[in-house]
């Protein structure tokens, strides 16, 4: 499975983003995650949502804020972030596993990353 992550930019703080994650096979079978690894941090759990978008985890941290979703008819996952802030500054990874749908990074499938900047 290929994922390929977009929709990251620079943007001001207050303002909002929503990041897709395509892949390259039907998503109905999949779970799938979003992470961040900002600068000199490590990578860190953002958000997670099962196959049939029955079960839903975030990071303690961000719940409130961020929002993920899926469209498995388009093999689509989103992540709508609002009220950004610039300690949300980080590459922001897709990433996807048959099985597996935690917190921790134990997905089998990784995307490339899209950027998102925040200034203040």
């Known amino acids: 499975v290929q994922l390929q992550a977009s929709g990251g930019g620079l943007v001001q703080a207050g303002g909002s983003l929503r990041l897709s994650c395509a892949a390259s096979?039907?998503?109905?079978?999949?779970?799938m995650g979003w992470f961040r690894r900002a600068p000199g941090k490590e990578r860190e759990f953002v958000a997670g949502?099962?196959?049939?978008?029955?079960?839903?985890y975030y990071a303690n941290s961000l719940k409130g804020r961020f929002t993920i979703s899926r469209d498995n008819a388009k093999n689509v996952v989103y992540l709508q972030m609002n009220n950004l802030k610039p300690e949300d500054t980080a590459v922001y990874y897709c990433?996807?596993?048959?099985?597996?749908?935690?917190?921790?990074?134990?997905?089998?499938?990784w995307g490339q990353g899209t950027l998102v900047t925040v200034s203040s």
């Open positions: 990433a996807a596993d048959e099985s597996y749908d935690g917190p921790a990074g134990a997905y089998h499938y």
């Open positions: 096979r039907r998503t109905s079978s999949l779970n």
């Open positions: 949502i099962t196959w049939s978008g029955g079960t839903i």
